[in-house]
């Protein structure tokens, strides 16, 4: 029975006086769905919009290597609703943001495409596209290195840009 997705990388290096090889590395790193918490509300996203101008979203859920939307997104996805219904002139772009695990390109992709998944739920709920503008960055604006799970984690992001 298959339980997860898995990356592996092994690296040969070689050394000594013939160039034979003399050492090995062995990553491996177990791929599990995209888990954020919420951790704020409509009225935090409006102060933080404002005084910055943008802010990272955790709590939108997406399967491994998918942009399908997970479980529960109301929760998250609702926060931005009520937000954009109390800012009415705001226009927001909704910014997709992946870790630096799998290929760039796919990567570029998935960001894309979750970005997409963002603004086609909100469209869905009332809110009008016009105001709405999806983009994604794959793995090329990092908020913290990728060699730990936290790293990861927090680089695996919605961003939401008051523009």
Same mark, same amino acid.
């Given at each position: 029975?298959?339980?997860? +997705?898995?990356?592996?990388?092994? $690296?040969?290096?070689?050394?000594? +006086?013939?160039? $034979?090889?003399?050492?090995?590395?062995?990553?491996?790193?177990?791929?599990?769905?995209?888990?954020?918490?919420?951790?704020?509300?409509?009225?935090?996203? /409006? $102060?933080?919009?404002? /005084?910055?101008?943008?802010?990272?979203?955790?709590?939108?859920?997406?399967?491994?290597?998918?942009?399908?939307?997970?479980?529960?997104? +109301?929760?998250?996805?609702?926060?931005?609703?009520?937000?954009?219904?109390?800012?009415?002139?705001?226009?927001?772009?909704?910014?997709?943001?992946?870790?630096?695990?799998?290929?760039?390109?796919?990567?570029?992709?998935?960001?894309?495409?979750?970005?997409?998944?963002?603004?086609?739920?909100?469209?869905?709920?009332?809110?009008?596209?016009?105001?709405?503008?999806?983009?994604?960055?794959? +793995?090329?604006?990092?908020?913290?290195?990728?060699?730990?799970?936290?790293?990861? /984690?927090?680089?695996?992001?919605?961003?939401?840009?008051?523009?």
């Amino acid at each position: 029975m298959r339980k997860a +997705d898995q990356w592996i990388q092994v $690296s040969a290096y070689p050394g000594g +006086d013939n160039n $034979s090889i003399t050492s090995y590395t062995f990553k491996a790193v177990a791929v599990s769905a995209m888990r954020q918490e919420l951790e704020t509300t409509a009225g935090a996203m /409006a $102060s933080e919009l404002q /005084a910055s101008g943008r802010m990272a979203l955790y709590g939108i859920n997406f399967a491994t290597n998918s942009a399908a939307i997970g479980p529960e997104p +109301d929760k998250a996805l609702g926060e931005i609703v009520t937000l954009l219904n109390n800012q009415p002139i705001w226009n927001i772009t909704v910014e997709g943001h992946t870790d630096d695990i799998g290929a760039k390109a796919a990567n570029q992709t998935l960001s894309q495409k979750r970005a997409e998944a963002v603004v086609t739920w909100l469209v869905a709920h009332q809110i009008v596209r016009a105001r709405l503008a999806a983009v994604g960055f794959g +793995d090329t604006k990092p908020l913290q290195g990728n060699s730990t799970e936290e790293g990861h /984690a927090r680089n695996r992001r919605v961003e939401l840009v008051k523009r």
